[in-house]
């Protein structure tokens, strides 16, 4: 027994120490760490259980053969981030380039049937060169178990997806599936079809990083929920994103102390947006001055930045924040925007975080290129998402809430459980020059003195239409508050909101725009 025992030894430590010391320094040198660095800066200390280390592939033919190494190019397993259980999976680009093949996709296939059935988050760590070669279609056909299993888990439990490396082809489709992507700049990539074969089609020259790096996917295509410059630090905020969700969707989010008082005054947002709703105003330290400490995760924040999506705690308690930007557009809704907030409202309701929506919109954006791009067909996303949500929901008015974009924005009629305004909010068809211009056309146009005409009817149709107690005199909105204190109203309204429950309708799901 003790040499079987000692035998066992050995293989464990071989497994441990990778295929070569050669691969291992080839990894270093393109600045990326080994697969289990990796899974030691993402879990706890000493708590990864790992599965089937000592797998290997059966495949044979092209010197396949000869060439068997443990794990397969993939490590799997589970441990703990803050005490809470987590599963994994990370490709070894050292072996194989990282490429998926038949026993290699089964490790991945048992990882990911374990997480859905514990309940517990999942997150690859993609350094992979795509489907193995050598092994054809039947390594192909795995990648269909993961999007299969993707598919699956959606909605049910966290996917997390880590690009730390290539990840081209189809392969790309599985961290398109899962609930956020996480890139490293430099050394990550993801496209479908590589520079080469865009020369070879297009005629067009571009690198890998211009095609499909971490700053192309985090501000042009928006696949990228979050870009940074190191692993290290990249994978740390992995970490503090799993602080603020839920295990699964029959969980809520992890609550945390907070030293923050809940009746904390806020008198700094008086001074922060102007009354003037033309001028603009950064809406994140709005947001910084509500939240509890000032902290707040931001997802796609260079992405569609017309509008804010974040994760924030409020008494301890995790909400998701979306908020209009005046600072970027004016903060209109766009194409762009729509996807972006109605993907985090989806996440939301998906995993019971509570959506508090900050308004100032002056509508959607005019322009042939927004109709052309089906800004209908995008923006009834948004409408679709939130009238579909279940999740306590509540929207702030700060200024203007004008035309279709205020009905989208969460408004009580399409099923906010409270709505609030400040005193220099607008809520209305259009601005009141726009709408002046329409109603009194004929009148302006006639007069003697047509600008001052238009001044005194703009004046009238704001103190009929527009004052600040308008909607809230017809019971569309719940109160006009003070500003300051506005995180004492948020965290009271969400204490009470906290057991809310909705029924859904009969059907096997519904069939939102796409």
């Avoid at 030691?40 to 790992?50: C, M, Q, R, V």
């Amino acid at each position: 027994m003790r040499s079987q025992v000692e035998e066992l030894a050995g293989i464990r430590e071989r497994v441990l120490a990778g295929p070569s010391e050669k691969a291992t320094a080839a990894q270093k040198a393109k600045g990326k760490l080994t697969v289990r660095e990796r899974i030691g800066l993402l879990l706890d200390d000493g708590s990864f259980h790992e599965v089937e280390p000592l797998r290997r592939h059966r495949a044979t033919g092209f010197g396949l053969e000869a060439k068997k190494p443990y794990t397969d190019g993939v490590v799997t397993g589970w441990g703990t981030v803050e005490g809470r259980t987590v599963f994994v999976y990370a490709h070894d680009f050292r072996i194989f380039g990282g490429a998926l093949g038949e026993a290699h996709a089964t490790k991945i296939h048992k990882i990911m049937d374990m997480a859905i059935a514990a309940g517990a988050p999942l997150v690859s760590l993609n350094d992979g060169a795509g489907a193995r070669i050598q092994e054809g279609v039947t390594a192909l056909a795995g990648y269909g178990g993961i999007f299969r299993r993707n598919t699956k888990a959606s909605g049910v439990i966290p996917q997390i997806s880590v690009m730390l490396g290539p990840c081209a082809g189809g392969a790309a489709y599985s961290p398109a599936l899962t609930d956020f992507v996480f890139m490293v700049r430099e050394t990550s990539q993801m496209f479908i079809t590589g520079p080469d074969v865009v020369k070879a089609v297009t005629g067009e020259e571009i690198t890998q990083n211009g095609l499909g790096g971490a700053d192309v996917h985090a501000e042009t295509s928006g696949v990228c929920h979050f870009a940074y410059d190191d692993e290290e630090t990249c994978l740390e905020e992995v970490r503090y994103l799993l602080s603020l969700l839920p295990r699964n969707n029959r969980e809520t989010p992890p609550a945390a102390p907070c030293d923050d008082p809940a009746d904390r005054r806020c008198d700094g947002l008086a001074d922060l947006v102007p009354a003037d709703g033309n001028r603009p105003y950064d809406m994140t330290r709005v947001i910084e001055e509500v939240v509890d400490d000032g902290e707040y995760l931001e997802v796609h924040q260079r992405w569609a930045r017309n509008i804010i999506c974040a994760l924030a705690r409020l008494d301890g308690q995790v909400v998701g924040i979306i908020a209009n930007q005046p600072q970027t557009l004016a903060g209109v809704l766009d194409i762009e925007a729509s996807e972006k907030a109605a993907r985090f409202v989806q996440m939301c309701d998906a995993f019971s975080i509570p959506i508090v929506t900050l308004l100032d919109v002056p509508g959607f954006l005019p322009g042939v290129g927004q109709e052309h791009g089906g800004i209908i067909r995008h923006g009834a996303k948004l409408l679709y998402a939130y009238c579909d949500a279940t999740v306590p929901r509540i929207s702030l008015i700060l200024r203007k809430a004008y035309g279709g974009a205020y009905i989208v924005m969460d408004s009580q009629s399409i099923g906010a459980d409270l709505t609030y305004a400040w005193p220099t909010n607008e809520i209305a068809v259009m601005g009141a020059e726009g709408a002046a211009g329409v109603i009194f056309r004929r009148q302006i146009a006639e007069a003697d003195d047509p600008e001052a005409v238009r001044a005194e009817l703009v004046k009238e149709y704001k103190a009929e239409l527009m004052h600040p107690y308008y909607a809230a005199e017809r019971g569309l909105v719940d109160d006009v508050i003070d500003p300051a204190d506005t995180r004492r109203v948020l965290i009271g309204a969400l204490a009470m909101l906290r057991t809310k429950h909705a029924e859904r309708p009969a059907r096997k799901h519904g069939n939102p725009p796409q």
